[in-house]
């Protein structure tokens, strides 16, 4: 296959340069100025990025809903997780605790949160124990 232009740039203006040369981690070729990724593959260097930032705001998150019980972020990662887990059933808090390993703290005060965004309702079962579910859920 050939290599497209871009690639054979990437190629000579390292040849001319001469210095220390960092391979890209997707396809080993030169990249530029010591980048992790030739210009053919950035998009993964900002992919990453993106993965590193929302990974950040979930462990900030969920450090916040432990220590002052929020806030949260309605269209956050953590939301998202218990929005999709919650798509499929509802169930008790302590359930949902234990299926996302969260502590109850955290999975009670992100109820709280989504709740009050209408996001998922939440009532108690014959036991006593909160229940949660998607805001259509029948009960
Ligand atoms: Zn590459």
């Known amino acids: 296959m050939a290599m497209s232009p871009i690639r054979q740039a990437d190629r000579l203006r390292e040849s001319y340069r001469g210095r220390s040369v960092v391979h890209c981690k997707e396809c ?78 955290v999975i009670n005060a992100a109820c709280k949160h989504l709740s009050k965004a209408g996001k998922i309702r939440t009532w108690r079962n014959k036991r006593g124990s909160t229940v949660v579910g998607l805001p259509d859920t029948e009960t």
Do not use: W
């Open 28 to 105: 080993g070729l030169f990249t530029q100025s010591g980048k992790t990724f030739c210009s053919e593959h950035s998009y993964m260097e900002r992919y990453a990025q993106d993965v590193r930032l929302r990974i950040a705001q979930r462990d900030k998150e969920i450090n916040d809903l432990e220590k002052n019980g929020g806030p949260l972020t309605t269209g956050g990662s953590l939301s998202k997780e218990i929005l999709g887990h919650l798509c499929n059933t509802h169930c008790t808090t302590r359930r949902l605790s234990r299926d996302l390993q969260l502590s109850e703290t």
